[in-house]
């Protein structure tokens, strides 16, 4: 199993075994009352890579840690599909390969301005870490420089 795709977005949502995300990419929230709701979603795409991983339970962990390290959230799941013995060996028959979560973190309490990491555990591997900067002032965000196009 692995982590296709991690994003922090405006919303992420899962419809028909879809990921849909708005305003992906997020690294920077301005919070003008601290302490306040963090109001981003994680949008994750796992993908399975065999008959092994539909057979398997797997666990996803996100762990949301402040500047010190110190633990603000985590959010736990675990899944498996069942299979039916006859669809071990044909892939054709095999499940859609890839899996949509949605993390809601809109409503994480953040105390205080900083950097904060959100680290994706999948099987007690960590696939991915995400930072996000809280700022008090809007005004401090940072808007990303438009490439050059020739």
């Known amino acids: 199993m692995k982590l296709a795709m991690s994003a922090l977005c405006d919303r992420a949502t899962v419809r028909d075994n879809l990921l849909n995300v708005l305003g992906a990419g997020i690294t920077?929230?301005?919070?003008?009352?601290?302490?306040?709701?963090?109001?981003?979603?994680l949008g994750l795409l796992f993908r399975a890579e065999g008959p092994d991983d539909f057979n398997a339970e797997h666990a996803v962990v996100v762990d949301v840690r402040g500047e010190d390290d110190q633990q603000v959230a985590e959010v736990s799941m675990t899944w498996s599909w069942a299979m039916l013995?006859?669809?071990?060996?044909?892939?054709?028959?095999?499940?859609?390969?890839?899996?949509?979560?949605s993390v809601p973190l809109r409503h994480l309490p953040i105390a205080a301005t900083?950097?904060?990491?959100?680290?994706?555990?999948?099987?007690?591997?960590?696939?991915?870490?995400?930072?996000?900067?809280?700022?008090?002032?809007?005004?401090?965000?940072?808007?990303?420089?438009?490439?050059?196009?020739?």
Request: proline fraction near 13%; charge should be negative.
């Open 85 to 101: 013995p006859d669809t071990q060996t044909d892939a054709k028959s095999l499940p859609s390969p890839h899996l949509p979560v």
């Open 28 to 41: 920077q929230v301005a919070l003008q009352n601290l302490p306040g709701p963090l109001d981003v979603d």
């Open 114 to 150: 900083g950097r904060y990491t959100i680290r994706v555990k999948l099987n007690d591997e960590v696939m991915d870490s995400l930072d996000v900067v809280v700022h008090q002032d809007p005004s401090r965000l940072v808007a990303p420089t438009p490439l050059a196009t020739s």
